[in-house]
C-alpha cells in the first residue's frame, strides 16, 4: 500500500491545510469567532492567485494553467473550493465515522459554551437524547440546525446504508443528553460551518498540530480526485463530474506504465499496448476503445483535453486505500529521528532542528541559532526551504521504511 | 503499533508540524506586506444623491459617528479632499498615523498630521466625484 505523492505539490496541500487552520485560530484574547462568509472571499483569492504566496497556490494546487482561457481565475479558484473544500467525504466499510464528522467534532470541542469541551459522536439505534439533567451548549441549536440543513441522503458506493442498519444513525451529543443527527456525508467546508461561532483557539502547537492533523488527512482524501485529474492533465472544472475517483487511480497507473514504456510520451500506441497487459481500466472493455475514447484521447493530447468530455456518468465510489495519518508523540518522534540518523539521513543538528519544531518552536526563533545559521548559509536556502527539504528527506526515509515493513 | 504504521505516523508527524512552521514564517511575511488597518471611518454623502448627482457637496460632511470630517474643494483640474480627525480621542490615537482614501477600486494614500488633518488629490471627472459618493477613510499600522 503506498502513499506516494498522488498530487501535484502535496507540500502545498500541506501548507494549504496549516493555512485553513491558522484560520480557524485568529482571533483575540484566545477566542475564534468562526466567519465562514469573510474565509470563504479571502480563500477564493488567495487559490485565484492574490497576495502573499497567491501565485504558488494558483499554479501549483489549481492548476490554473490547465483551465481553458476563457476561464478566470476567480472561476477555476471557485470551481477548486466547490471540487475539493466542499467535497462530500464517504463512510468507508467498517468505519463509524469519516474525517468530516471527525473535524466537526474536534471544533465542536473547541466550542466556547459551556458543555461543548465534552461533546462526542456515536451511533445509536434508539433514543440518543435522554432526560436532561444538564443545560446544553447555549449554541447548540444553532449547530443542530446547520446540520439538519445539510443534505442527508447518501451516495452509490457509501458504506453508510449498511453501517446505519447494522448500528443506527450518527449523533453529535453533549454529556450524553443533547443530541443531534450528523449527515453521513458532510465535506470540510461544511464541517467547519455548521461548528460553534464562538471557539477557542489553539492554547499550545500541540493543539494546533492536532487539528492541522485532521486537516492534512481530510484534504489528502478531498482533493484525490482533483490531484489525480491534475495529474492526468485532464482539467479538472470539465471532467469532474465524468470520471469517479476508482477509476482515475486506473487511469494514473496506466499513464505510468505508459510513461515508463514509452521513456515519457504519451501518444504511444506500443506503451498503450504494453501498459493495457498491465492495468485494468474500468468500463474500457478493449484497448481500441479505450484509445479512442474521450478520455483516451484527452489523455494522450493535452489540446484535446479540454472541454471533450465524454459522459461516462459513472457513479462516485469510494477509495479504499485511504490511509489516516496520526500524530506521534515526542518520545517516538525523537526515536525515529534517530533511526532516520543512524541511517545517515539528518546530521546531529538538523536531529535537533526537527525535534525542535515538534515541540513548537518557530523557524525565526530556530533562525537565531548559530548552528542552524551556519547549517542553512552553507546550502544556500531559506530556513523554510531548508525544513521543507528535511522534511522531503525523511519523507522519503520513512515510505521506503514502510514498503518494506 | 506495527512496523508499518509507526513510519505512516513518522511522515504524517513530519508533515504536520512542517507545515505548520512553513506557514508560520509565511503569514508572518504576508502580514509584512499587508499593513494593519487600525481603523476604517465611513463617510457617506447622503445629502447629495438626488439634487446635485454629479457634483461635489458644499461644506464639511462627518463619517458615520463624527470622528473625521470631510472637505472638498475644486483646484485647477482636480478635487483636493481635506481630511480632519475629530475629538481628543480621535486624533490622539490617529494624529501623524499613515492612511489611505478608499473609493470603489480606488486607494489614495493620505498621511495625518499632528493635527489631525490629511489632505490628497483626486482627478477631477465625473467617475471620481460619482466615486466619492460612499467612501472610506482607514487608518494604518506604520
Known sequence: ?405 | MTDHRRYIDFEHTVRVITARARTEVQLAASEATVPRILATFTVTRLAAATSVAADLPVGEIMAKGGQVGATFMRSSGSIEVVLQLKGFATLKAFARKRGRLVAGALEVPLAFDAKGEARCQLPEVPEMIEATRDFEVQVIED
Open chain 1, 1 to 405: 500500500m503506498g502513499r506516494k505523492a498522488i498530487v501535484t505539490g502535496r507540500t502545498l496541500l500541506d501548507d494549504f491545510a496549516a493555512h485553513l487552520t491558522h484560520k480557524l485560530d485568529a482571533g483575540t484574547a484566545g477566542i475564534v469567532t468562526m466567519e465562514p462568509g469573510r474565509w470563504y472571499r479571502e480563500l477564493i483569492d488567495l487559490l485565484a492567485g492574490q497576495g502573499h504566496r497567491g501565485q504558488v497556490y494558483y499554479a501549483h494546487l489549481v492548476s490554473g494553467a490547465l483551465a481553458a482561457a476563457d476561464r478566470s481565475p476567480e472561476e477555476t479558484a471557485t470551481a477548486y473550493f466547490t471540487m475539493v473544500l466542499e467535497r462530500r467525504l464517504l463512510l468507508a466499510a467498517g468505519e463509524e465515522m469519516h474525517l468530516g464528522h471527525k473535524l466537526l467534532r474536534r471544533l465542536c470541542r473547541r466550542g466556547v459554551e459551556r458543555g461543548w469541551s465534552a461533546a462526542e459522536m456515536r451511533r445509536s439505534k434508539g433514543a440518543v437524547a435522554a432526560a436532561s439533567r444538564f443545560a446544553e451548549p447555549r449554541d447548540f441549536p444553532d449547530v443542530a440546525a446547520a446540520l439538519a440543513a445539510i443534505d442527508p441522503t447518501t451516495s452509490k458506493g457509501s458504506a453508510a446504508p449498511n453501517t446505519i442498519k447494522a448500528k443506527g444513525p450518527l449523533w453529535l451529543t453533549v454529556e450524553d443528553e443533547h443530541a443531534a443527527n450528523v449527515p453521513e456525508e458532510i465535506s470540510i467546508w461544511q464541517a467547519i460551518v455548521a461548528s460553534p461561532r464562538k471557539q477557542r483557539a489553539s492554547a499550545t502547537k500541540a493543539e494546533f498540530d492536532e487539528v492541522c492533523s485532521l486537516m492534512i488527512n481530510a484534504l489528502d482524501t478531498a482533493n484525490k480526485h482533483y490531484g489525480f485529474l491534475v495529474r492526468l492533465g485532464l482539467p479538472p472544472i470539465d471532467w469532474a463530474s465524468e470520471l469517479t475517483t476508482n477509476t482515475l487511480r486506473q487511469l494514473s497507473k496506466f499513464k505510468t506504465a505508459v510513461m515508463e514504456v514509452s521513456g515519457g510520451e504519451m501518444n504511444d500506441r506500443p506503451a498503450w499496448e504494453a501498459a493495457w497487459n498491465r492495468v485494468d481500466i474500468p468500463g474500457a472493455d478493449t484497448l481500441d476503445e479505450f484509445w479512442s475514447s474521450p478520455v483516451g484521447k484527452a489523455m494522450r493530447m493535452a489540446e484535446i483535453a479540454r472541454r471533450t468530455a465524454g459522459s461516462e456518468g459513472e457513479g462516485e465510489t469510494i477509495a479504499g486505500d485511504d490511509v489516516e495519518g496520526a500524530l506521534l508523540d515526542h518520545a517516538s518522534f525523537a526515536g525515529l529521528l534517530n533511526e532516520a540518523s543512524l541511517d545517515g539521513v539528518l546530521n546531529t543538528v538538523e536531529v535537533w532542528i526537527m525535534q525542535q519544531v515538534k515541540l513548537g518552536r518557530e523557524l525565526a526563533e530556530l533562525q537565531k541559532d548559530l548552528r542552524v545559521v551556519s547549517l542553512v548559509s552553507e546550502r544556500g536556502l531559506s530556513i523554510e526551504e531548508f525544513v521543507d527539504e528535511l522534511a522531503e528527506r525523511l519523507q522519503a526515509w520513512a515510505q521506503d521504511h514502510f514498503e518494506q515493513a
